[in-house]
């Protein structure tokens, strides 16, 4: 199985790209929804959540929201440690439904996951999906976002890569463009295996 990073940050088109690799045949993993899924349903992980953070930031569907980036967004330890627990569950439910969906091709879409160490030696192939910043703003806005929630994500995914880039998509142009630019990256990761 190859596991392909697909990254970029909020308005950058990865989640578009991502349903082309998906149509192409390949696992897709959304890392930030699946490790919201995670808050609700792994136990080790809401006990460990518990007691780094107190009980109060659980809900019996997952967590507060508020609450947890109320913490974390003030201190840069408690964010360290939230990853610390985070990133290997992550990694963990990444490789369980990537063997049990028998695909060659396991992709985790992720906007920090090349940025951690965790994660640096761990994919076979890393494809960036670049947009203008304005652009990426904008996009973003036209999904119900505000300004100021955008520019607040682009600032927090601002990291820089472990890794370097097999494959870099510009999204600075049309639809078609972006596609064409998926299919050349499909063809990149299809002579890993």
Not at 21 to 34: I, K, L, N, P
Not at 129 to 134: A, F, L, R, T, Y
Not at 145 to 150: D, L
Request: aromatic share 8%; hydrophobic share 45%; charged share 30%.
């Amino acid at each position: 199985m190859i596991k392909v990073l697909l990254t970029g940050g909020i308005g950058s088109g990865k989640s578009r790209v991502a349903g082309y690799f998906r149509e192409y045949g390949a696992f897709v993993y959304d890392s930030d929804s699946s490790a919201r899924a995670l808050y609700g349903s792994d136990a080790a992980l809401r006990a460990k959540l518990a007691e780094l953070f107190g009980a109060e930031v659980l809900t019996p569907e997952g967590v507060n929201a508020p609450v947890l980036a109320g913490i974390i967004f003030n201190d840069a330890s408690a964010l360290e440690a939230l990853e610390a627990v985070v990133h290997p569950a992550v990694k963990e439910d990444f490789l369980r439904q990537a063997e049990a969906s028998g695909r060659e091709v396991a992709v985790m879409e992720s906007a920090i996951a090349g940025s951690k160490p965790l994660f640096k030696d761990f994919f076979d192939v890393v494809v960036v999906v670049e947009s203008p910043d304005q652009l990426r703003l904008e996009r973003a806005i036209l999904r119900g976002s505000t300004e100021a929630e955008v520019r607040k994500r682009m600032e927090a995914q601002k990291t820089s890569m472990l890794m370097e880039p097999d494959v870099v998509i510009g999204n600075d142009k049309d639809l078609k463009t972006l596609e064409k630019q998926a299919k050349k990256a499909w063809k990149h990761i299809s002579k890993a295996f």
